[in-house]
């Protein structure tokens, strides 16, 4: 992939997401469940890395991409700037030099290492970045015990769903990574393969909405990045959303059906993007004997037609939306339609990011918190669209009807797909 645009988040480090809005008015976590969710999450992390080689983990595909061990180091950098330094007096840095490798994009906190030079970090060796961990995880636990105050507690459960974040990048940035290796990997092979390929699929039934004004944006004492607020009022017209996300079997329609030769269908810019790279499908599909293949975290599978199509960028969802007589929704119709109770709509988190047609940009009132913290996602609000729902590698449990995830227009390294919208 090209791409050398600007680092988006901190996650984008290819992350998506959020800061928390500073001083929060909401109630704090409980400092014992609390501390389960930052042993679980941690845990995680380390098991997301634990089939990957020392090789495997350093090596980086792209500039948007970031090593595995980059990602373990870096979620633990957070936690050590962001709650261990400031609150623990006699707290000594693992090394006074990691500051430097991977601080991400905080210009608040200091210089970095260059993000497309992330892969030169042959050293620290992966085995120093595990024990990095064990030493930020003996303080940030030694604090959650102390009976620390509101905002630590607020610090350290940002620092959990940041890193949860960081997951989900970890997974995707190894697919690119493996699949740029003409061998084609598997990352796991007992991955579990999709239940019912190439199951007939019925045709999409678009629901209707009424709109009017609508509130949407996160509400209430749960924990939500700060680009998710503040819940406001805002119009809707009319709409319809089908009830599934868009298949792969409707994909291959569209590509036979000379889609993406056909400039009347795109963006200007999207056009250009398909000229220069070549796009002739979604990111990993190969043609062979007539079949269609792509790269999966279980190494080359045969597409599946029944499965939601991913890895395609906005560029293209909304190309293929204009093929298909429709739109992509905007991010306010998606909410106020999955905040609807029995609506019958499918696929709303778990298999596949969705495009909306929505600039990722600040909500009424909306303020980046003071500080370091404050450039978490509020300086990443131009050029760039919102994703909405979830994908198969989202941590469970860490996507809700408010999140905003957002990427810029070309990226389709994430599982990112899409369902269609229409006017009533
Ligand atoms: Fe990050």
């Known amino acids: 992939m090209r791409d050398p645009r600007p680092p988006h988040r901190l996650h984008n480090e290819s992350e998506s997401p959020s800061m928390p809005t500073a001083p929060t008015a909401r109630r704090p976590a409980d400092p014992l469940d609390l501390l389960h969710l930052y042993r679980r999450v941690r845990a995680d992390t380390a098991g997301l890395a634990a089939p990957l080689s020392d090789a495997d983990a350093t090596v980086q595909s792209m500039p948007d991409a970031s090593p595995a061990k980059w990602h373990l180091a870096h979620t ?4 050590e700037t ?5 609150n623990r007096p006699r707290y000594r840095l693992f090394d006074d030099r990691y500051g430097f490798l991977f601080n991400s994009y905080y210009e608040t906190v200091g210089a970095r290492q260059p993000r497309p030079l992330r892969g030169m970090l042959t050293r620290p060796t992966l085995e120093e970045v595990a024990a990095y961990r064990r030493h930020v995880d003996s303080a940030v636990e030694t604090l959650l015990e102390s009976g620390p105050s509101a905002e630590v507690l607020d610090l350290i459960e940002l620092g959990c769903h940041h890193e949860q974040q960081h997951q ?16 084609r990997p598997a990352y796991d092979p007992s991955e579990p393969a999709g239940a019912a390929r190439n199951t007939p699929v019925e045709a999409a039934r678009f629901h209707m909405f009424d709109g009017g004004i609508v509130e949407i944006g996160h509400g209430g004492n749960g924990f939500a990045f700060d680009c998710e607020g503040p819940r406001h009022r805002t119009l809707v017209d009319p709409y319809a959303l089908a009830d599934r996300l868009v298949t792969n079997g409707e994909w291959i329609a569209f590509i036979q059906d000379g889609g993406y030769r056909n400039p009347l269908l795109w963006l200007s810019e999207g056009w250009a993007t398909v000229q220069a790279e070549g796009w002739w499908a979604p990111l990993y599909w190969e043609e062979r004997d007539g079949e269609y293949w792509t790269m999966t975290l279980r190494g080359m ?22 093929w298909a ?9 998606w909410e106020h339609a999955a905040t609807a109770p029995n ?23 909306f303020a ?19 994703l909405r729902g979830g994908s198969c590698v989202t941590p469970a449990g860490h996507a809700r009807p408010s999140y905003r995830n957002f990427f810029p227009p070309s990226a ?8 269609l919208a229409k006017d009533a």
């Open 301 to 322: 599978q045969p597409v599946d037609r029944a499965a939601p199509v991913v890895h395609v960028s906005y560029f293209e969802a909304d190309a293929f939306a204009h």
């Open 168 to 183: 989900e990048l970890l997974l995707t940035d190894i697919l690119h990574l493996f699949a740029q290796n003409p061998l």
């Open 412 to 419: 389709r390294w994430q599982f990112s797909g899409l369902r």
């Open 76 to 79: 633990t950098w957070f936690f």
């Open 368 to 386: 980046p918190g003071p500080g370091a913290v404050g450039e978490y996602n509020g300086k990443f609000m131009c050029g760039q669209f919102v």
């Open 82 to 86: 962001m709650v261990a330094v400031p």
């Open 343 to 365: 609506r019958g709509l499918r696929q709303l988190s778990g298999d596949a990011w969705q495009w909306t047609r929505s600039a990722f940009a600040p909500y009424p009132r």
């Open 325 to 333: 007589g429709a739109r992509l929704p905007g991010e306010a119709e």
